[in-house]
């Protein structure tokens, strides 16, 4: 290998003028701005679930709606934040899905509690989760599109907090769009999967964002 | 302190804006920042400098995602740390790679190895002849009196990585011996 002072005048000698990458907060409301679009559009096509109006008089159902989009909130913050080598010096801030994740489960036990008698399961079952993997799809790719011109050093965690903001917004969009209110169907079939999703995302991470 | 920190800076982004001789002030700059950092981790001078120059090309990769609005020297450490970590994770799976089975490495050990019949000394010409590091390893156990733990604790290696290496050293030597 060549001298570091070779490679330092090789290095110098190549740089041009260069553009720094957008703040991570900019870079988090831009891909909240593009999700926001396709889950509107995509309830248009698909159509808002019969009752909503009167889901929305449901405190818990609320309060789920509410931590879920707090999850894709704090997970496009932080995926944002991943993508940076020094996480930004917002290390805090980067780990906190792990609070919003808390909270998250702490609603679902409320909810769980309140659900008696239990709702009656419905029908269906693994097709909410193809269903929310499906509409997980294109945010998905945008946001490893994105973090791949950035350089995160945290490329497996970074991998799993984004294919995680991705499923929520699947997430989010189902529970606006199908009418059920089966707890136990939703902790299933929705939202333990985010799990496998985790750990998918983990593997994603190595694979794409590793430079 | 402060100076440094805006020196760091300063130069950051006029190198960010094209300016060549800042950029290459500031990589010389954050090689010598750097360089006690790694030289603290591993081992052998070489080993440093290998990774001295790969944290050097990731910074000139990474350039982009520093805004020059906040500290530079964690951005900088980041990537060194984010380095090392994937050069020692590479570096333990070639030894995993090319570990000896320990029943192998069991009778292959002679009691020579304990009691040598012949001294260091004698043979301190055949171990320069080794690879550094075996070289190492055999003068910290055999001229020193090191245990190979010690050897472990002060060469920044695992235990069982220096018995390894001090086998295949071993085998070398027998073979140059018998001729």
Redesign the interface.
Known sequence: ????DD???R???????????P?PFMLSLQWMGIAAIYLSISIALSGWRPDILEAFHRPWFVAELAALLGIFIVTSVSAALL???????KRLLALAPTWMFAIFLLILYFAARTDNPPVPLPAHSFECTLGITLMALLPAVWTFYFMRK??S?HYRLAGSVALLSAFSVGALWLRLHEETDSIAHVIAWHYLPMLAIGIIGLWLGKRLLK? | MTDQNDNFEALIQR????D??A??AL??KT?RLLRPFLAKRLGFTTEV??L??ET???I?????????N??YK??A???A??RLQDFLRAHYADQLRHAIDFDELEENLHEAVTEPVISYESISGEVQKLPQKQATILQLMHQDGYTAKEVAEKMGMNESAVKVAAHRAYKVLKKKLER
């Open positions: 290998m060549e001298n570091i490679l330092v005048a290095l110098a000698q190549d740089t041009t003028a260069v553009k720094p990458a703040h993508a940076f080598p020094d996480l930004h010096q950035y350089a050093t430079w | 190198s960010l804006a094209g060549q001789r950029y290459a990589l010389q090689s400098d290998d001295m120059q050097l090309i990731s000139h990769k990474a350039r982009h995602t520093y805004d020059g906040r500290p964690p951005w450490f980041a990537i740390k984010f």
